[in-house]
């Protein structure tokens, strides 16, 4: 069974930093993509990032391009979200989700979640 | 920046057949998939790649994609289909992902 379990989602002040971390199970996890997706809550889905099997290939949404960092590690079936420069609008709940085994293709499987507060 | 456009909301009676639509440039030349998701859950993939059906997804679930629309159409809505539905695709350059707004279908 594919499995992702989110973490490190925290209350941090703006302006702050926060790594985010899925760990994969159930697949062959550096044989596909992978994505990390957010949502305020009450509100739509918000594609945030992907990563290439490899890791050599990041793809970002403008709201986010130049403060968050995505990486993988795949000797650990991890992948990461380096969160910095934290803004109020980043308060949402994040997803980790499965992708395809080339960037072209969507999700399959999503994570729980963790939750990310950007407050003072 | 590219956007997907879908209706805010559906409603149809049970065993009526609900269709949600998603509108965009590129969509012609990129795949449609379709997310489910119930209040305080996770979203569910419903279809990928335009018109395909994961495992496990009832058959009363398909898809189309006819130009810059795609369509999810349940067949036979039951209650349990209530819920908000997310389009998702790539825009034309490929640089970037994007969802729809979502629709909340409601079976009542």
């Known amino acids: 069974e594919v499995r992702l379990v989110e973490s490190g989602g925290a209350v941090v002040q703006p302006g702050g930093s926060l790594r985010l971390s899925c760990l994969a199970s159930?697949?062959?996890?550096?044989?596909?993509?992978m994505f990390w997706v957010r949502q305020v809550p009450g509100q739509g889905l918000e594609w945030v990032s992907l990563?290439?099997?490899?890791?050599?290939?990041?793809y970002y949404s403008d709201s986010v391009k130049g403060r968050f960092t995505v990486s993988r590690d795949n000797s650990k079936n991890t992948l990461y979200l380096q969160m910095n420069s934290l803004r109020s609008d980043d308060t949402a709940f994040y997803y980790c989700?499965?992708?395809?085994?080339?960037?072209?293709?969507?999700?399959?499987?999503w994570g729980q979640g963790t939750t990310v507060t950007v407050s003072s | 920046s590219y956007e997907l456009t879908q209706p805010p909301s559906v409603s149809v009676s049970p065993g009526q057949t609900a269709r949600i639509t998603c509108s965009g440039d590129?969509?012609?030349?990129?795949?449609t998939y379709w997310y489910q998701q119930k209040s305080g859950q996770a979203p569910v993939l419903v279809i990928y790649?335009?018109?395909k059906r994961p495992s496990g997804i009832p058959v009363r679930f398909s898809g189309s994609s006819s130009g810059t629309v795609a369509t999810l159409t349940i067949t036979g809505a039951h209650v349990e289909d209530e819920g908000d539905y997310y389009c998702?695709?790539?825009?034309?350059?490929?640089?970037?992902?994007?969802f729809g707004g979502g629709t909340t279908l409601t079976v009542l």
């Open positions: 989700a499965k992708g395809g085994r080339s960037v072209v293709y969507g999700m399959d499987v």
């Open positions: 159930g697949f062959i996890f550096d044989d596909y993509a």
């Open positions: 990563i290439k099997w490899d890791g050599e290939v990041t």
């Open positions: 590129a969509l012609p030349k990129k795949y």
């Open positions: 790649e335009d018109r």
């Open positions: 998702f695709s790539t825009d034309s350059s490929d640089f970037y992902r994007v």
